[in-house]
Protein backbone atom coordinates (compact mmCIF):
# COMPACT_ATOMS: atom_id res chain seq x y z
CA UNK A 1 0.00 0.00 0.00
CA UNK A 2 1.23 3.73 -0.41
CA UNK A 3 1.23 6.09 2.53
CA UNK A 4 1.45 9.75 2.59
CA UNK A 5 5.33 10.49 3.57
CA UNK A 6 5.12 13.81 6.04
CA UNK A 7 8.74 15.54 6.23
CA UNK A 8 9.26 14.31 9.65
CA UNK A 9 9.61 11.19 8.21
CA UNK A 10 6.38 9.54 9.51
CA UNK A 11 4.11 7.58 7.13
CA UNK A 12 0.04 8.54 6.98
CA UNK A 13 -3.18 6.73 5.37
CA UNK A 14 -4.95 9.99 5.25
CA UNK A 15 -4.05 13.63 4.26
CA UNK A 16 -6.05 15.87 6.22
CA UNK A 17 -6.24 19.25 6.92
CA UNK A 18 -6.78 19.99 10.60
CA UNK A 19 -8.65 22.85 11.86
CA UNK A 20 -8.44 23.41 15.69
CA UNK A 21 -10.37 25.91 17.73
CA UNK A 22 -8.01 26.32 20.95
CA UNK A 23 -11.14 27.54 23.76
CA UNK A 24 -14.93 26.84 23.23
CA UNK A 25 -15.20 30.48 22.12
CA UNK A 26 -13.81 29.84 18.73
CA UNK A 27 -15.48 26.92 17.79
CA UNK A 28 -18.31 27.69 15.89
CA UNK A 29 -15.88 30.11 13.69
CA UNK A 30 -13.58 26.92 13.36
CA UNK A 31 -17.14 24.56 12.24
CA UNK A 32 -18.22 27.42 9.72
CA UNK A 33 -14.18 27.02 8.46
CA UNK A 34 -14.91 23.29 7.90
CA UNK A 35 -18.29 23.25 6.49
CA UNK A 36 -17.52 23.90 2.45
CA UNK A 37 -14.73 21.56 2.68
CA UNK A 38 -15.66 18.77 5.19
CA UNK A 39 -15.78 15.85 2.13
CA UNK A 40 -12.37 17.24 1.62
CA UNK A 41 -10.40 15.57 4.40
CA UNK A 42 -11.04 18.98 6.38
CA UNK A 43 -11.35 18.22 9.78
CA UNK A 44 -12.37 20.20 13.13
CA UNK A 45 -10.62 19.42 16.15
CA UNK A 46 -10.10 21.29 19.02
CA UNK A 47 -9.77 21.70 23.54
CA UNK A 48 -13.15 23.56 24.66
CA UNK A 49 -11.41 25.01 27.83
CA UNK A 50 -9.77 28.53 28.63
CA UNK A 51 -7.60 27.48 31.33
CA UNK A 52 -4.26 25.88 29.94
CA UNK A 53 -4.10 22.02 30.83
CA UNK A 54 -0.18 20.60 29.62
CA UNK A 55 -2.30 17.04 28.64
CA UNK A 56 -4.63 19.29 26.48
CA UNK A 57 -1.45 20.63 24.87
CA UNK A 58 0.15 17.50 23.97
CA UNK A 59 -3.18 16.06 22.90
CA UNK A 60 -3.68 19.18 20.50
CA UNK A 61 0.34 18.76 19.22
CA UNK A 62 0.18 15.27 18.76
CA UNK A 63 -3.12 15.23 16.94
CA UNK A 64 -1.73 18.13 14.72
CA UNK A 65 1.41 16.28 13.74
CA UNK A 66 -0.17 12.92 13.30
CA UNK A 67 1.12 11.35 10.27
CA UNK A 68 -2.38 11.38 8.73
CA UNK A 69 -2.34 14.98 8.88
CA UNK A 70 -0.95 16.99 6.15
CA UNK A 71 -1.63 20.88 7.42
CA UNK A 72 -3.29 22.73 10.63
CA UNK A 73 -5.14 26.16 11.09
CA UNK A 74 -5.22 27.07 14.58
CA UNK A 75 -8.16 29.28 15.25
CA UNK A 76 -7.57 31.37 18.26
CA UNK A 77 -10.46 33.77 20.60
CA UNK A 78 -7.27 35.80 21.16
CA UNK A 79 -7.32 35.83 25.04
CA UNK A 80 -7.91 31.96 25.51
CA UNK A 81 -4.75 30.56 28.12
CA UNK A 82 -4.11 27.84 25.38
CA UNK A 83 -0.45 28.54 24.38
CA UNK A 84 -0.88 29.43 20.54
CA UNK A 85 2.48 30.30 19.85
CA UNK A 86 4.26 27.52 20.98
CA UNK A 87 1.61 24.82 19.25
CA UNK A 88 2.19 26.86 16.22
CA UNK A 89 6.07 26.69 16.18
CA UNK A 90 6.26 22.65 16.91
CA UNK A 91 3.84 22.11 14.26
CA UNK A 92 5.55 24.04 11.60
CA UNK A 93 9.06 22.56 12.87
CA UNK A 94 7.50 19.18 11.66
CA UNK A 95 7.17 20.18 8.39
CA UNK A 96 3.82 20.77 7.74
CA UNK A 97 2.01 23.85 6.63
CA UNK A 98 0.36 25.74 9.56
CA UNK A 99 -0.86 29.18 10.61
CA UNK A 100 -3.31 30.96 13.30
CA UNK A 101 -5.91 33.02 13.09
CA UNK A 102 -7.02 35.09 15.98
CA UNK A 103 -10.99 36.23 15.75
CA UNK A 104 -10.46 39.48 17.83
CA UNK A 105 -7.77 40.59 15.62
CA UNK A 106 -9.27 39.53 12.36
CA UNK A 107 -12.16 41.55 13.11
CA UNK A 108 -15.03 38.73 14.06
CA UNK A 109 -16.64 36.18 12.89
CA UNK A 110 -17.64 36.63 9.61
CA UNK A 111 -13.90 37.93 8.46
CA UNK A 112 -12.62 34.72 10.45
CA UNK A 113 -14.57 32.65 8.27
CA UNK A 114 -13.47 34.10 4.84
CA UNK A 115 -9.95 34.33 6.21
CA UNK A 116 -9.99 30.86 7.04
CA UNK A 117 -11.61 29.69 4.09
CA UNK A 118 -9.06 31.20 1.89
CA UNK A 119 -6.10 29.18 3.83
CA UNK A 120 -7.79 26.06 3.34
CA UNK A 121 -8.32 26.78 -0.67
CA UNK A 122 -4.34 27.24 -0.93
CA UNK A 123 -3.55 24.11 2.07
CA UNK A 124 -5.66 21.77 -0.30
CA UNK A 125 -3.70 22.86 -3.20
CA UNK A 126 -0.22 22.33 -1.22
CA UNK A 127 -1.19 18.87 -0.19
CA UNK A 128 -2.19 17.51 -3.44
CA UNK A 129 2.04 17.60 -4.20
CA UNK A 130 2.50 15.31 -0.93
CA UNK A 131 4.84 12.95 -1.74
CA UNK A 132 3.61 9.48 -1.20
CA UNK A 133 6.10 6.04 -0.83
CA UNK A 134 5.93 2.39 -0.02
CA UNK A 135 4.37 1.05 3.27
CA UNK A 136 3.92 -2.02 5.44
CA UNK A 137 1.81 -3.43 7.84
CA UNK A 138 4.80 -2.82 10.36
CA UNK A 139 4.55 0.73 9.27
CA UNK A 140 0.67 0.84 10.92
CA UNK A 141 -0.08 1.41 14.56
CA UNK A 142 -3.83 0.43 15.13
CA UNK A 143 -5.51 0.91 18.16
CA UNK A 144 -8.52 -0.73 19.81
CA UNK A 145 -11.43 0.28 22.35
CA UNK A 146 -14.99 -1.11 23.05
CA UNK A 147 -18.24 0.79 23.47
CA UNK A 148 -22.20 0.87 23.94
CA UNK A 149 -20.79 -2.71 25.16
CA UNK A 150 -23.14 -5.82 25.61
CA UNK A 151 -22.37 -9.22 26.65
CA UNK A 152 -22.00 -10.60 22.97
CA UNK A 153 -19.07 -7.93 23.21
CA UNK A 154 -17.40 -10.54 24.63
CA UNK A 155 -17.71 -13.24 23.33
CA UNK A 156 -17.40 -12.31 19.13
CA UNK A 157 -15.91 -9.15 18.70
CA UNK A 158 -13.42 -8.62 21.13
CA UNK A 159 -12.10 -12.13 20.98
CA UNK A 160 -12.30 -11.62 16.81
CA UNK A 161 -10.00 -8.52 17.55
CA UNK A 162 -7.74 -10.20 19.87
CA UNK A 163 -6.89 -12.58 16.71
CA UNK A 164 -6.24 -9.47 14.22
CA UNK A 165 -3.86 -7.93 17.02
CA UNK A 166 -2.13 -11.11 17.59
CA UNK A 167 -1.64 -11.35 13.49
CA UNK A 168 -0.88 -7.72 13.04
CA UNK A 169 1.69 -7.67 16.28
CA UNK A 170 3.81 -11.13 14.19
CA UNK A 171 3.69 -8.88 11.19
CA UNK A 172 5.98 -6.10 13.45
CA UNK A 173 2.63 -3.38 13.55
CA UNK A 174 2.06 -1.58 16.84
CA UNK A 175 -0.86 -2.24 18.28
CA UNK A 176 -2.83 -0.78 21.45
CA UNK A 177 -5.41 -1.63 23.79
CA UNK A 178 -6.50 0.62 26.48
CA UNK A 179 -9.45 1.38 29.42
CA UNK A 180 -7.56 0.79 32.00
CA UNK A 181 -10.87 1.43 34.23
CA UNK A 182 -12.11 -1.49 32.05
CA UNK A 183 -9.29 -4.15 32.94
CA UNK A 184 -10.21 -4.02 36.96
CA UNK A 185 -10.42 -7.88 37.54
CA UNK A 186 -8.23 -8.85 34.99
CA UNK A 187 -4.81 -7.53 36.43
CA UNK A 188 -3.06 -10.51 37.57
CA UNK A 189 -4.15 -12.34 34.66
CA UNK A 190 -2.54 -9.36 32.31
CA UNK A 191 0.73 -8.81 34.43
CA UNK A 192 1.31 -12.23 33.57
CA UNK A 193 2.08 -11.49 30.02
CA UNK A 194 4.38 -8.43 30.99
CA UNK A 195 7.29 -8.87 28.35
CA UNK A 196 9.88 -8.26 31.04
CA UNK A 197 9.43 -8.54 34.72
CA UNK A 198 9.91 -5.36 35.48
CA UNK A 199 6.60 -4.36 33.46
CA UNK A 200 4.22 -6.71 35.48
CA UNK A 201 4.14 -4.52 38.64
CA UNK A 202 4.22 -1.67 36.80
CA UNK A 203 0.85 -3.11 34.98
CA UNK A 204 -0.84 -3.68 38.53
CA UNK A 205 -0.45 -0.49 39.46
CA UNK A 206 -1.84 0.82 36.41
CA UNK A 207 -5.07 -0.81 37.11
CA UNK A 208 -5.42 -0.23 40.64
CA UNK A 209 -5.16 3.05 39.87
CA UNK A 210 -7.91 3.08 37.93
CA UNK A 211 -9.54 1.12 40.27
CA UNK A 212 -9.12 3.41 42.97
CA UNK A 213 -10.06 6.55 40.53
CA UNK A 214 -13.30 4.94 40.12
CA UNK A 215 -13.67 4.42 43.51
CA UNK A 216 -13.36 7.60 44.68
CA UNK A 217 -15.64 9.08 41.94
CA UNK A 218 -18.19 5.89 43.12
CA UNK A 219 -18.88 4.91 39.69
CA UNK A 220 -16.83 2.41 37.13
CA UNK A 221 -16.87 2.11 33.06
CA UNK A 222 -20.11 0.76 33.70
CA UNK A 223 -22.74 2.56 31.41
CA UNK A 224 -26.80 1.67 31.71
CA UNK A 225 -27.02 0.35 29.06
CA UNK A 226 -23.95 -2.28 29.48
CA UNK A 227 -26.98 -3.70 32.13
CA UNK A 228 -29.82 -3.61 29.15
CA UNK A 229 -27.52 -5.86 27.29
CA UNK A 230 -27.59 -8.51 30.13
CA UNK A 231 -23.71 -7.66 31.22
CA UNK A 232 -23.84 -7.43 35.06
CA UNK A 233 -20.13 -6.32 36.77
CA UNK A 234 -17.55 -4.08 36.44
CA UNK A 235 -15.16 -7.29 35.98
CA UNK A 236 -17.29 -9.10 34.20
CA UNK A 237 -17.29 -6.48 31.09
CA UNK A 238 -13.46 -6.16 32.44
CA UNK A 239 -13.16 -9.54 30.97
CA UNK A 240 -15.08 -9.30 28.26
CA UNK A 241 -12.80 -6.27 26.94
CA UNK A 242 -9.56 -7.88 28.40
CA UNK A 243 -9.85 -10.50 25.43
CA UNK A 244 -9.30 -7.75 22.58
CA UNK A 245 -5.56 -7.48 23.10
CA UNK A 246 -5.41 -10.99 22.32
CA UNK A 247 -2.18 -12.93 23.28
CA UNK A 248 1.05 -11.66 22.75
CA UNK A 249 3.40 -10.34 25.19
CA UNK A 250 2.80 -6.73 26.36
CA UNK A 251 5.58 -4.72 25.71
CA UNK A 252 4.43 -1.60 27.40
CA UNK A 253 2.35 1.20 29.34
CA UNK A 254 1.78 4.40 27.42
CA UNK A 255 0.16 7.18 28.49
CA UNK A 256 -1.99 10.03 26.04
CA UNK A 257 0.59 11.24 23.53
CA UNK A 258 3.39 8.48 23.62
CA UNK A 259 3.81 6.85 20.04
CA UNK A 260 5.70 3.56 20.28
CA UNK A 261 8.67 3.93 18.36
CA UNK A 262 8.57 -0.09 17.50
CA UNK A 263 5.80 -2.93 17.18
CA UNK A 264 4.29 -5.04 19.65
CA UNK A 265 1.62 -4.85 21.95
CA UNK A 266 0.84 -1.82 24.50
CA UNK A 267 -1.70 -0.68 26.78
CA UNK A 268 -2.28 2.80 27.26
CA UNK A 269 -2.81 3.94 30.63
CA UNK A 270 -5.69 6.52 30.38
CA UNK A 271 -6.41 7.32 33.73
CA UNK A 272 -4.72 10.95 34.76
CA UNK A 273 -2.01 10.57 37.71
CA UNK A 274 -2.10 11.78 41.14
CA UNK A 275 -5.35 12.93 43.36
CA UNK A 276 -8.79 13.09 41.74
CA UNK A 277 -9.55 15.92 39.86
CA UNK A 278 -11.71 17.52 37.05
CA UNK A 279 -13.77 14.52 37.13
CA UNK A 280 -14.44 11.13 35.26
CA UNK A 281 -10.72 9.96 33.34
CA UNK A 282 -12.40 9.01 30.19
CA UNK A 283 -15.98 10.94 29.55
CA UNK A 284 -17.19 9.45 26.22
CA UNK A 285 -15.71 6.49 23.92
CA UNK A 286 -14.51 9.35 21.39
CA UNK A 287 -12.09 10.74 24.05
CA UNK A 288 -10.79 7.54 24.45
CA UNK A 289 -10.68 7.10 20.54
CA UNK A 290 -8.62 10.29 20.42
CA UNK A 291 -6.26 9.51 23.22
CA UNK A 292 -5.47 6.22 20.61
CA UNK A 293 -4.69 8.66 17.74
CA UNK A 294 -2.36 10.68 19.37
CA UNK A 295 -0.80 7.86 19.92
CA UNK A 296 -0.23 7.53 16.91
CA UNK A 297 -3.25 4.97 15.78
CA UNK A 298 -3.70 5.27 11.93
CA UNK A 299 -6.68 3.52 12.51
CA UNK A 300 -8.96 2.27 15.35
CA UNK A 301 -11.14 -1.06 15.58
CA UNK A 302 -14.22 -0.18 17.49
CA UNK A 303 -15.89 -2.92 18.83
CA UNK A 304 -19.71 -2.64 19.89
CA UNK A 305 -22.26 -4.72 20.83
CA UNK A 306 -25.71 -1.97 21.63
CA UNK A 307 -24.51 -0.23 18.65
CA UNK A 308 -22.19 3.01 18.35
CA UNK A 309 -22.29 5.05 15.50
CA UNK A 310 -19.13 7.04 16.10
CA UNK A 311 -16.41 7.72 13.85
CA UNK A 312 -13.27 10.22 14.33
CA UNK A 313 -11.36 13.06 12.96
CA UNK A 314 -8.09 12.59 11.99
CA UNK A 315 -7.99 8.92 11.76
CA UNK A 316 -10.53 6.25 10.19
CA UNK A 317 -12.41 3.84 12.80
CA UNK A 318 -13.76 0.66 11.96
CA UNK A 319 -16.82 -0.39 13.91
CA UNK A 320 -16.92 -4.25 14.39
CA UNK A 321 -20.69 -5.08 15.77
CA UNK A 322 -20.26 -7.82 17.86
CA UNK A 323 -24.27 -8.33 18.31
CA UNK A 324 -26.29 -9.97 15.22
CA UNK A 325 -29.42 -7.92 16.22
CA UNK A 326 -27.94 -4.97 16.18
CA UNK A 327 -26.12 -5.24 13.51
CA UNK A 328 -29.24 -5.36 11.31
CA UNK A 329 -30.51 -2.51 12.81
CA UNK A 330 -27.38 -0.62 12.44
CA UNK A 331 -25.91 -2.18 9.35
CA UNK A 332 -25.23 1.14 7.84
CA UNK A 333 -23.12 2.22 10.67
CA UNK A 334 -21.03 -0.99 10.38
CA UNK A 335 -17.90 -2.56 8.81
CA UNK A 336 -17.48 -5.79 10.26
CA UNK A 337 -20.09 -8.16 11.49
CA UNK A 338 -18.83 -10.52 14.35
CA UNK A 339 -22.62 -11.15 15.53
CA UNK A 340 -22.26 -13.92 12.73
CA UNK A 341 -20.23 -15.84 15.19
CA UNK A 342 -23.26 -16.16 17.40
CA UNK A 343 -25.14 -17.33 14.06
CA UNK A 344 -22.74 -20.06 13.14
CA UNK A 345 -21.40 -18.17 9.98
CA UNK A 346 -17.86 -17.84 10.80
CA UNK A 347 -15.40 -18.52 13.09
CA UNK A 348 -13.65 -16.21 15.66
CA UNK A 349 -10.85 -16.61 13.34
CA UNK A 350 -12.32 -15.78 10.07
CA UNK A 351 -14.03 -12.61 11.70
CA UNK A 352 -10.28 -12.07 13.03
CA UNK A 353 -8.99 -13.02 9.31
CA UNK A 354 -11.53 -10.48 8.12
CA UNK A 355 -10.97 -7.45 10.50
CA UNK A 356 -7.10 -7.85 9.35
CA UNK A 357 -8.28 -7.70 5.93
CA UNK A 358 -10.20 -4.64 6.50
CA UNK A 359 -7.52 -2.66 8.03
CA UNK A 360 -5.34 -3.12 4.79
CA UNK A 361 -8.22 -2.18 2.85
CA UNK A 362 -8.80 1.26 5.27
CA UNK A 363 -5.05 2.15 4.97
CA UNK A 364 -4.87 1.94 1.19
CA UNK A 365 -7.98 4.21 1.43
CA UNK A 366 -11.33 2.70 1.26
CA UNK A 367 -13.37 4.90 3.72
CA UNK A 368 -14.82 2.98 6.53
CA UNK A 369 -18.64 3.47 7.57
CA UNK A 370 -18.17 6.31 9.61
CA UNK A 371 -15.68 8.43 7.19
CA UNK A 372 -18.84 7.84 4.27
CA UNK A 373 -21.20 8.81 6.38
CA UNK A 374 -19.22 12.23 7.38
CA UNK A 375 -18.67 11.06 11.24
CA UNK A 376 -15.14 13.29 12.42
CA UNK A 377 -15.96 13.45 16.41
CA UNK A 378 -13.25 14.85 18.89
CA UNK A 379 -13.29 15.23 22.53
CA UNK A 380 -10.29 16.38 24.75
CA UNK A 381 -11.17 17.77 28.08
CA UNK A 382 -8.73 18.43 31.19
CA UNK A 383 -6.33 15.78 32.55
CA UNK A 384 -3.10 15.26 34.20
CA UNK A 385 -0.55 12.82 33.62
CA UNK A 386 3.17 12.61 34.92
CA UNK A 387 5.74 11.51 32.76
CA UNK A 388 5.71 7.94 31.59
CA UNK A 389 8.33 5.57 34.11
CA UNK A 390 11.32 4.20 32.43
CA UNK A 391 9.99 0.69 32.94
CA UNK A 392 7.19 0.69 30.62
CA UNK A 393 9.05 0.94 27.40
CA UNK A 394 10.76 -1.87 26.01
CA UNK A 395 14.82 -0.77 26.42
CA UNK B 1 -15.57 -23.06 24.13
CA UNK B 2 -17.77 -25.80 24.27
CA UNK B 3 -21.73 -25.38 24.25
CA UNK B 4 -23.99 -26.84 26.77
CA UNK B 5 -26.84 -26.77 24.53
CA UNK B 6 -27.80 -24.60 21.31
CA UNK B 7 -29.45 -21.54 23.26
CA UNK B 8 -27.12 -21.29 25.41
CA UNK B 9 -22.90 -20.76 25.70
CA UNK B 10 -20.66 -22.04 28.61
CA UNK B 11 -17.17 -20.13 28.14
CA UNK B 12 -15.29 -22.09 29.97
CA UNK B 13 -15.44 -25.66 32.32
CA UNK B 14 -15.25 -23.57 35.82
CA UNK B 15 -18.40 -21.33 34.65
CA UNK B 16 -21.58 -21.70 37.18
CA UNK B 17 -23.19 -19.21 34.14
CA UNK B 18 -24.55 -19.76 30.60
CA UNK B 19 -24.68 -16.87 28.34
CA UNK B 20 -27.79 -16.86 26.31
CA UNK B 21 -27.49 -17.02 22.74
CA UNK B 22 -30.51 -16.04 21.00
CA UNK B 23 -33.28 -13.98 22.72
CA UNK B 24 -35.76 -16.89 24.42
CA UNK B 25 -38.94 -15.62 25.13
CA UNK B 26 -41.56 -16.64 28.29
CA UNK B 27 -42.82 -19.80 27.59
CA UNK B 28 -39.61 -20.98 25.27
CA UNK B 29 -38.27 -24.29 26.76
CA UNK B 30 -34.75 -23.81 28.47
CA UNK B 31 -32.88 -26.85 27.78
CA UNK B 32 -29.86 -27.46 30.55
CA UNK B 33 -28.32 -30.62 30.16
CA UNK B 34 -31.00 -33.31 31.25
CA UNK B 35 -33.15 -30.39 32.60
CA UNK B 36 -36.11 -28.59 30.65
CA UNK B 37 -37.42 -25.61 32.34
CA UNK B 38 -40.00 -22.77 31.08
CA UNK B 39 -38.64 -19.59 30.31
CA UNK B 40 -41.04 -17.73 32.89
CA UNK B 41 -39.16 -13.80 31.65
CA UNK B 42 -37.97 -12.74 28.39
CA UNK B 43 -33.84 -13.64 28.37
CA UNK B 44 -32.32 -11.16 25.92
CA UNK B 45 -29.24 -12.75 23.84
CA UNK B 46 -26.14 -11.93 26.17
CA UNK B 47 -28.05 -12.19 29.50
CA UNK B 48 -26.82 -15.14 31.76
CA UNK B 49 -28.79 -18.01 33.68
CA UNK B 50 -27.43 -20.24 36.07
CA UNK B 51 -25.98 -23.83 35.27
CA UNK B 52 -26.80 -25.28 38.68
CA UNK B 53 -27.96 -23.96 42.28
CA UNK B 54 -26.08 -20.90 42.90
CA UNK B 55 -25.75 -20.38 46.82
CA UNK B 56 -26.06 -16.24 48.61
CA UNK B 57 -22.64 -15.39 48.52
CA UNK B 58 -20.86 -17.82 46.51
CA UNK B 59 -18.70 -16.11 43.52
CA UNK B 60 -20.14 -16.25 40.00
CA UNK B 61 -17.77 -17.56 37.50
CA UNK B 62 -17.74 -16.88 33.61
CA UNK B 63 -15.13 -16.86 31.41
CA UNK B 64 -13.40 -19.04 34.13
CA UNK B 65 -12.85 -15.95 36.37
CA UNK B 66 -15.00 -14.29 39.43
CA UNK B 67 -17.18 -11.63 38.10
CA UNK B 68 -19.09 -11.06 41.36
CA UNK B 69 -21.32 -12.88 43.87
CA UNK B 70 -24.36 -13.71 44.53
CA UNK B 71 -26.34 -11.90 47.02
CA UNK B 72 -29.07 -14.61 47.32
CA UNK B 73 -29.97 -18.22 46.55
CA UNK B 74 -30.38 -18.72 42.77
CA UNK B 75 -32.05 -21.49 40.97
CA UNK B 76 -30.58 -23.38 38.43
CA UNK B 77 -31.94 -21.43 35.21
CA UNK B 78 -32.72 -18.26 37.03
CA UNK B 79 -31.94 -14.96 35.39
CA UNK B 80 -28.82 -13.71 36.87
CA UNK B 81 -28.42 -10.39 36.88
CA UNK B 82 -27.85 -6.84 38.76
CA UNK B 83 -31.28 -8.11 40.98
CA UNK B 84 -28.95 -11.38 43.00
CA UNK B 85 -25.44 -10.94 42.00
CA UNK B 86 -23.29 -7.77 42.62
CA UNK B 87 -19.55 -6.28 42.07
CA UNK B 88 -16.56 -7.44 44.03
CA UNK B 89 -15.50 -4.17 42.84
CA UNK B 90 -17.85 -1.04 42.22
CA UNK B 91 -21.23 -1.09 42.59
CA UNK B 92 -23.44 -1.32 39.02
CA UNK B 93 -25.79 1.74 38.21
CA UNK B 94 -28.80 1.31 36.12
CA UNK B 95 -31.14 4.03 35.14
CA UNK B 96 -33.37 5.19 37.47
CA UNK B 97 -36.65 3.68 35.73
CA UNK B 98 -35.23 -0.09 35.39
CA UNK B 99 -34.86 -2.14 38.12
CA UNK B 100 -36.37 -1.19 41.88
CA UNK B 101 -34.70 -3.68 43.48
CA UNK B 102 -31.02 -2.31 43.11
CA UNK B 103 -30.20 0.82 45.23
CA UNK B 104 -26.72 2.30 44.49
CA UNK B 105 -24.85 2.97 47.45
CA UNK B 106 -23.25 6.30 47.83
Not at chain 1, 307 to 324: D, E, F, H, M, Q
Not at chain 2, 1 to 10: A, D, E, I, K, V
Not at chain 2, 62 to 75: D, E, F, N, Q, T
Request: glycine share 10%; net charge negative.
Amino acid sequence: MKGFLRKDGRKGIRNITAVVYLVECAHHVAREIVFPFRDQQVHLIGFPGCYPNSYAYRMVRQLCTHPNVGAALLVSLGCEGFNRAALLEEIRASGRPADAIVIQQEGGTRKTIAEGHRWIRAALEQLKATPTTEMGVSDLIIGTVCGGSDATSGITANPAVGRAFDRLIAEGAGAIFEETGELIGCEAIMAARAARPELAPELLACVDKAARYYTTLGHGSFAPGNAEGGLTTQEEKSMGAYCKSGNSPIDGILKPGDVPDRGGLYLLDVVPDGEVRWGFPNISDVQEIGELIACGSHITLFTTGRGSVVGSAISPVIKICANPETYRRLSDDMDVNAGKILEGEATLEEVGNEIYDKILQVAAGAQTASEALGHQECSIVYKSFEPTGPACMPA
Amino acid sequence: MNTSSPQLLRLHEADNVLTVLSTLEPGDALHLGQTVLTVDKRLPIGHKVAARPIAAGEKICKYGVPIGSAVCAIAEGEHVHTHNIKSDYLPTFERENQHSYFQPTP
